[in-house]
């Protein structure tokens, strides 16, 4: 087999959150030859991630519309932007116990600093000719939370994936790719005092009796980002394990 293997080199890669999920990412990207940029609003983890794997980091907010337009303005070019910041989620209560500031938290924060973080990538991948925007979690499996009480997470969801594909519509003719990464739950990302409790669930809902670890989203998101991956837009990149059928 021949052709071009599939790597980053060249690549400039801006990833807002260096939490477990955000890190990973992080980490596959450079070992696939990015310049990766990390961004978040806690300084001390950012800037011992950005130390462990070699990328350079900044402290911004991602919902703050300043913050993010001014960051974004210190690049040549972004080639690869990546959003997965915490979600500001409150999960454990049922939507008739919930308070409605509750239940739209996590819905303001995705869309609100998606929004911010994609436009302003965009920007430069219009005036480039292409680019890929990476969103993190994906939704629209149909499946029926009914132990895990969710508030507001699955809506924060499917709002961003409503976004993700309007971005695709409209940026497609410009050369950039939109693409979301499905996953049924990455324990390693669950706080630990939970994960116990969640771990069983997510790996129960797998045909492969297994759940994605956060190394198989940060190749899936190489792959993703990548030229391998060129023929994919518009779309969500199953890391399920099988979770979800599709």
């Known amino acids: 087999m021949t052709g071009e293997p599939m790597n980053l080199n060249g690549k400039t890669a801006v990833i807002y959150g260096a939490g477990t999920i ?56 972004i080639d690869i932007s990546v959003n997965v910041i915490s979600d500001n989620d409150v ?11 509750d239940y739209l938290a996590p819905v303001v924060t995705n869309v609100r600093s998606k929004f911010l973080t994609a436009r302003a990538a965009a920007r430069h991948m219009i005036r480039q000719g292409g680019g890929v ?12 939370h009914r132990r895990w009480h969710l508030g507001g997470l699955v809506t924060a969801f499917d709002a961003v994936e409503a976004m ?23 324990p390693e990302s669950i706080p630990a005092e939970f994960r116990d409790q969640v771990e069983p669930d997510i790996v129960g809902q797998t045909v492969l009796g297994r759940a994605a670890t956060v190394r198989d989203v940060g190749r899936a998101a190489v792959f993703a980002a990548s030229d391998w991956g060129r023929t994919i837009t518009g779309a969500q990149v199953n890391v399920t394990c099988g979770a979800i059928l599709s």
Do not use: C, W
């Open 22 to 77: 955000g890190g990973a990412i992080a980490e596959a990207f450079v070992a696939a030859g990015a310049d990766v940029h990390l961004a978040a609003r806690t300084e001390a983890s950012l800037k011992e991630k950005a130390a462990a794997i070699g990328a350079r980091y900044a402290v911004v907010d991602a919902l703050d519309e300043r913050a993010v337009d001014e960051h974004a303005a210190t690049f040549d070019r």
């Open 91 to 101: 999960q454990g209560t049922p939507l008739h116990e919930m308070s409605v500031d």
């Open 133 to 144: 925007l990476l969103f993190f979690g994906g939704t629209g499996d149909g499946r029926v």
């Open 164 to 186: 993700r594909r309007q971005l695709a519509a409209e940026l497609g003719p410009h050369g950039v790719r939109t693409v979301t990464l499905q996953t049924g739950g990455v």
